[in-house]
């Protein structure tokens, strides 16, 4: 039997790979009534021969880590859609991956969560950037924006 091959929708993940540096702005929220700036890098790689894209977060703020989160990236053929799974230094799991597709030069992803509904969104832009969104709602219709940044390649 011969082994899959990765197919186009996971060469598409390859665009986030690499040494990222990023400013970030946290919006006030129930988790972070005064919000405010932080810095993050990623190091993101595919990997399982090429299936995945593999990426370690970590944001500071005010010169000290406060927060590191590990994800996971793939496509699911049966699905068509994007697939993440994500672990952070919060401790908070989920039952089942966030689902997302690409249009354009954005993949986004939507998940409903314990503590209700997370929009997460990458933006490709030219030279090496990309933006990122979080957009949180209780009702998964009113949204509101979490943190956004922008990231460029080291």
Same mark, same amino acid.
């Not at 011969?2 to 993940?13: C, D, F, I, N």
């Not at 986030?16 to 405010?36: I, K, V």
């Not at 370690?56 to 880590?65: C, H, L």
């Given at each position: 039997?011969?082994?899959?091959?990765?197919?186009?929708?996971?060469?598409?993940?390859?665009?986030?790979?690499?040494?990222? =540096?990023?400013?970030? =702005?946290?919006?006030?929220?129930?988790? +972070?009534?005064?919000?405010?700036?932080?810095?993050?890098?990623?190091?993101?790689?595919? +990997?399982m +021969?090429?299936?995945?894209?593999v990426?370690?977060?970590?944001?500071?703020?005010?010169?000290?880590?406060?927060?590191?989160?590990?994800?996971?990236?793939?496509? +699911?053929?049966?699905?068509?859609?994007?697939?993440?799974?994500?672990?952070?230094?919060?401790?908070?799991?989920?039952?089942?991956?966030?689902?997302?597709?690409?249009?354009?030069?954005?993949?986004?992803?939507?998940?409903?969560?314990?503590?209700?509904?997370?929009?997460?969104?990458?933006?490709?832009?030219?030279?090496?950037?990309?933006?990122?969104?979080?957009?949180?709602?209780?009702?998964?219709?009113?949204?509101?924006?979490?943190m956004?940044?922008?990231?460029?390649?080291?």
């Amino acid at each position: 039997m011969e082994m899959p091959r990765p197919q186009a929708e996971h060469e598409k993940l390859k665009a986030l790979a690499g040494s990222f =540096t990023g400013e970030e =702005t946290m919006h006030p929220s129930p988790w +972070d009534p005064q919000g405010g700036t932080a810095t993050a890098t990623t190091e993101s790689r595919m +990997d399982m +021969d090429g299936f995945y894209l593999v990426t370690n977060y970590v944001q500071s703020r005010g010169g000290q880590v406060t927060y590191r989160g590990h994800g996971v990236f793939g496509y +699911d053929a049966r699905e068509k859609c994007y697939l993440m799974w994500w672990f952070d230094s919060m401790g908070i799991t989920s039952a089942s991956p966030a689902k997302g597709k690409w249009e354009g030069d954005t993949l986004m992803f939507e998940h409903k969560t314990p503590m209700g509904h997370a929009r997460y969104t990458y933006t490709l832009k030219s030279g090496g950037t990309y933006t990122f969104g979080i957009a949180n709602s209780q009702d998964g219709k009113q949204w509101a924006n979490f943190m956004d940044g922008t990231y460029k390649r080291k």
